[in-house]
């Protein structure tokens, strides 16, 4: 059975900066997704990653300061977050577009 595994997430400031990790247990995957919901909304797309790195997506609202990336192992997958805003407040999921396969979520909170 395959697991997404997020961690990274916390409470941040607004101007700081977190990083997030999403590991897949024994699979390595070809494109792989961050997505986040904040409270009473629904989940948003926020970066995508193709399998070597080279093609990248985000949304706009996280354009320029959130950057995803994968090392040469291809797991994890990374979600660098900078700048953050309070509206970023949100659980991050990772996902595998291919296989709707999702992580269980990691909380990001940022104070004023």
């Known amino acids: 059975q395959v697991q997404l595994v997020e961690s990274g997430g916390g409470l941040v400031q607004a101007g700081g900066s977190l990083r997030l990790s999403c590991a897949a247990s024994?699979?390595?995957?070809?494109?792989m997704a961050w997505f986040r919901q904040a409270p009473g909304k629904e989940r948003d797309f926020v970066a995508r990653?193709?399998?070597?790195?080279?093609?990248?997506a985000y949304a706009d609202a996280v354009k320029g300061r959130f950057t995803i990336s994968r090392d040469n192992a291809k797991n994890p997958v990374y979600l660098q977050m900078n700048s953050l805003k309070p509206e970023d407040t949100a659980v991050y999921y990772c996902n595998v577009p291919a296989r709707n396969y999702w992580g269980q979520g990691t909380q990001v909170t940022v104070s004023t």
């Open positions: 990653i193709n399998w070597s790195g080279g093609s990248t």
């Open positions: 024994g699979h390595t995957f070809n494109a």
